[in-house]
């Protein structure tokens, strides 16, 4: 006979979590909902005339895909943000932008503690879904840590990305620019201002924008939990959870950073003295892990590099950061899983440790819901869209890892298209994730064990 086991999920002082939360307004559903109205109302802003560098009111469609790429931290675009928008279009990108990257639940506890206002059960099980933790308890402890942090590492990049670009651009654009790009690569965005979709193709062998963009882009997108437990760690041991990030991390941005030179020496590369190719190569190692940013023409790369990139943009960043993509640790998980089956062990096991079995079954679930939306996006474009495949595919994963880097497609999309587009950088940025925590936290856990019969595999 089968077993059934009921269990209930409570919070940290015994109240069932379903008694804090109706179905109908779920930690989940706030979320999605939170981010939705974000980016409408982003759009409506978007729409005004004082947006537009033309002083014309804009398309809808168009502001709307520029507000979910900016609330979404993606960076595809279907028109220059350097030309199309004035400045305070620009503000108001930036401004979704930072909402989007740090949560808009971590905004709206930052303006809770300017208010001096209290932050209860229901307002701390939020930001702990928004921030991807395990537990309640910290959280707002948590949210100021990362807020000062996040707050003073792009001050610090935008003085040096000012200072760098006075020559350029001149006083005071330079310090527009040194902020944009500063809290744009540390929200793992890819937004630019330099106009004509170029991104940062003339700064390719410039070791002050190339070094300060991706440690910012590190910085935003290996996690916030990763970050305050490497500063603030009192034991001599990482968590697992950090170990593993910065492993896979480190291992993505090697190979990469080789795999792009191996490839690209002789093509885009080639125009550059040696130095610029390593930062090139290192450059473009980096921002595949969901920043957008570019210092090559993506478009003018082999095909084996862009299929490349594509698996990096699947991967993204870390959990509980501003990047997107299945996340590193549940790439690492997976790897963990089949490296422990190899090896005959019954359970998985890294670093040490065992993990447990329904960890990894997330990490599955995660992905194969992933490649499902890639695959019917994709499906969908191949349709309507009048681009080879590979461009299709690239740009899909592009905007599911809420990456950002194109091969041209995007600005060229149809109506239908850019809908989809928009469907796929909000699901990239809350979908799989934001599903598997609604599946983890319904009302009742209910667990049936039926006999067990083997299925044959491989």
Known sequence: MAELVERGKRTPLGVPEHRLFSPRFSPPKVLVAGFAAVILAGAVLLCLPFASASGRAGGFLTALFTATSAVCVTGLVVVDTGTYWSFWGQLIILILIQIGGLGFMTMATLFFLLMGKRIGLKERMLIRESLNQIDVAGVVRLVRAVLIFTFVTEGIFAFILTWRWFSDVGWPRCLWFGLFHSVSAFNNAGFDLFGDFRSLIPYAGDPVVVLSITTLIILGGIGFSVVMNVAGRREKRLSLHSRLALTVTALLIGGGFFFFLLLEWSNVLRPLPLSGKLLAAYFQSVTPRTAGYNTVDIAGLRSATQFLLIILMFIGASPGSTGGGIKTTTFGLLLVAAWSLARGREDPEVMRRRVLPEQVYKALAVTLLAMGLVTTVTLVLSITEKADFLSILFETVSA?????????????????????????????????????????????????????EKILIG
């Open 400 to 452: 599911f890892g809420t990456v950002g880097l194109s091969m041209g497609l995007t600005p060229h999309l149809t109506s239908l298209g850019r809908i989809l587009i928009i469907l796929t950088m909000f699901s990239g940025r809350l979908g799989p994730l934001t599903l598997v925590f609604a599946l983890a936290q319904r009302r009742r856990k209910t667990f049936v064990r039926y006999p067990e």
